[in-house]
């Protein structure tokens, strides 16, 4: 990729002097255009993480990428797929920074995109209420900032990735070095909620170790402005399924005498919530105070109510919280998905044979995660059920009068980084300084991101500094990136690069 000798390049760097542009605004647009058939290629890697060999794919394309840039490449074996460790020493006794990124994504379903392939990227334009298709050679035009790139991990993680990967080849080309240290923790089963690495972490904490850790992933906030994320949930599982007959029965024959499985399970779901969407459940929300300190960094917040409902075409909300970034101080208990019997076109007259509820516990700091599950399950036995950990044999069945099945799994926790620690204080500077406006503090975010470890291992603090746009549909068909925040991402990488820490 030559940047210096794009003629398009020089003529928005003559504008720069004539107008009261950013010091990088021009060049991060200019390259990234630049930039585009490189990200394509990286996009058409599928990369679930469930399909070791489409990893391994991905793992050659980013070491070849890393190489070329002068890091040193090393792969961290794990209990399952490795981690990827890449460092760039730029002076001894430099400050070290480290970013955290993954480069898997969600599995996909091609029936339910628009477009052939969902790894093959194309370029969008919203015409009336729908995206349509153009042509990449678009990009050469003016404004092109709401332009969509439409493809799976577009913007959950590889556009991040492309983002800085681009920034760092610029400064190459410039002959210029990083302002610091830079060590990148490149996961690729995040999706999978990166099982092998808190062990990893303990294993190789003396090559990790950093003096602060940046995640890039994760959108901006909805106002579009510059974000820094001081902390984020946690998440744990659990699975519950109630049993009926032992084969699905004929309503006519057994209905209103063989007891239904879907129902007995929907009463217990409704009876974990309020009519207000509060959980119910004793000392779900014990320990969490929002004290002055705290509602003050929640109300400086853009109010985001009316853009959200607007967005998801929704009127009412649940009250946990008095406002959105109030709600998600505390955790969260979900329906994430139910199954019993058939449906739609294959909808039979039976009773169903069992009924089964995927949940998720989105945790926060405060919260201790085994307490808030034992608290389900003591609901649950409150309730008159018994509580198994397998699915109930002959005995079990023909002896209890209510069974339900319970497994649960504890991701990672929560974690939480003070927005006053001289490492937020830098980074508030250093977005505040270069946009001429501040950043949108988040106390918390809503999502997760499996580096608590970092933060309880290694001591190191961690903050997230999110590029992408909020509705780019994420872990759902048809994801995007818009084409400005790609521009504004590498600019701020560049931004980020280029100041002391």
Known sequence: MKFLSNPFLIFLLGLTSLTAQRSYEAVARSIGISSMDEFREFLSLP???????????????????????????????????????????????????????????????????????????????????????????????????????????????KGPFVMLLTALKYLKSERKDP???????????????????????????DQLLADLLLILDGPVHSSGKPTLVFGNRGIATLTLTTFGPLMPQHSGHYGNYLPNPALDLSKILASMKDDQGRVVIPGFYEGIVLDAAAKKILEGVPAEEKA????????????????????????SLNIRGMQSGWIGKDARTIIPATATAEMDIRLVLESDPYKLIEGVKQHLIGMGYTVLDHEPNREERMS????????????????????????????????????????????????????????????????????????????????????????????SFLALLTTKF
């Open 179 to 205: 302002a610091f240290n830079l060590k990148l923790i490149l996961d690729f089963e995040e999706e999978q909620s990166s099982p092998g690495l808190p062990v990893a972490v303990k294993k190789y904490k």
């Open 47 to 157: 990369n679930d993480a469930s399909n070791p060999d489409q990893i391994t794919a991905n793992i050659s394309w980013v070491k070849a990428q890393l190489q070329a840039l002068d890091f040193e490449v090393n792969m961290l074996e794990t209990s399952s797929l490795p981690l990827l460790l890449a460092n760039l020493k730029v002076k001894k006794g430099t400050p070290t920074i480290a970013l955290y990124m993954h480069l898997d994504g969600q599995a996909v379903d091609g029936s339910q995109w628009n477009q052939e392939n969902p790894y093959q990227a194309v370029l969008k334009v919203k015409r009336d209420a729908a995206y349509e298709e153009i042509s990449w050679d678009k990009l050469q035009g003016n404004a092109i900032e709401d332009y969509r790139i439409f493809a799976r991990s577009s913007a959950d993680d």
């Open 308 to 331: 959200i409902k607007e967005r998801t075409q929704t009127k009412r909300n649940d009250l946990v919280g008095n406002t959105y970034q109030e709600s998600i101080q505390y955790p």
């Open 400 to 491: 209890l009068d209510r069974i339900i099945q319970m497994n649960s799994k504890v991701a990672y926790p929560a974690f939480r980084t003070s927005t006053e620690s001289k490492e937020g204080i830098w980074l508030n500077q250093l977005l505040s300084e270069y946009y001429k406006e501040s950043p949108v503090i988040i106390r918390t975010s809503g999502g997760s991101v499996p580096i608590s470890p970092f933060v309880s291992e290694l001591g190191v603090p961690a903050i997230g500094l999110p590029t992408v746009n909020l509705d780019n549909n994420q872990h759902s068909p048809n994801e995007n990136l818009r084409v400005g925040n790609y521009f504004t991402g590498i600019e």
